[in-house]
């Protein structure tokens, strides 16, 4: 058995990885910070190779296929993304464009790469990890929420593919609500709503995926979030919204 992690030098990614070597997997680790991956390495259980490289690249994310392709990787953890907090007009366009690269081209390669393989195979799980913000669109994080929103859209559009015609492979979508992962650090941002343990989040994510549950949601406050947000017309929800957002900033 063997999986995949984007994203894997810490949180979220970091936890994946300690679970799923807990139960036997080897691990393909992924991501920029060479040190990282070798000390976390060093405390898993499994085999374990680990691929330095910049994913905000499609270039990099078809040369990471094409290095693993015949391993036949068995669950792939799309991780890798980072937020940014900021009026629109504000935030600084190339930092966007990297975040686009990396929160959608690279979940929407990667996943398209791979699940040609395992639907050869007619078998396999992809998890790809989206976030709460998924779920409606994100004033003063605009473009996060919305990188968000197509990773859901597209995982939840496969998924009913994967089902009509009746496919063992699996793809499900992880969205959490605040974690306590360097995200916070890299988007400049604190949440007033308690954070979960980036390792809570990771198991539960696991069970769940292994269940095969389409939409994973940690946490009953986040659920009862999501259900408002279905409620809720546009016009009522976006000034919530932007008040929640307002405040994340740090002073």
Known sequence: MKALITGASSGLGREFAYILSNMGYDLILVARRKGRLESIKKGLKTNVKIIPMDLA?????????????????????????????????????????????????????????????????????ILNVASSAAFSPGPLMATYY??????????????????????????????????????????????????????????????????RKKVIIPGNNIKMVHILQKLLPLKIMLPMVYEVQKGKVKE
């Open 57 to 125: 690249s499609t270039f990099n994310c078809v040369k990471i296929h094409d290095m693993v392709k015949d391993e036949n990787i068995d669950i792939l953890i799309n991780n890798a993304g980072f937020g940014m907090l900021g009026e629109f007009y504000m935030t600084k366009l190339e930092r966007e464009m990297d975040m686009i690269d990396l929160n959608i081209k690279c979940v929407h390669t990667l996943t398209k790469l791979f699940i040609n393989d395992m639907m050869k195979r007619n078998s396999g799980y």
């Open 146 to 211: 919305a990188t968000k929103a197509y990773v859901y859209n597209l995982t939840m559009a496969i998924s009913e593919e994967l089902k009509k015609s009746k496919s063992n492979v699996y793809v499900g979508c992880l969205c959490p609500g605040p974690v306590d992962t360097e995200f916070n650090k890299v988007a400049k941002v604190e949440f007033s709503m308690p954070s979960k343990q980036a390792s809570y989040v990771a198991n539960y994510a696991i069970k769940k995926m292994l269940k």
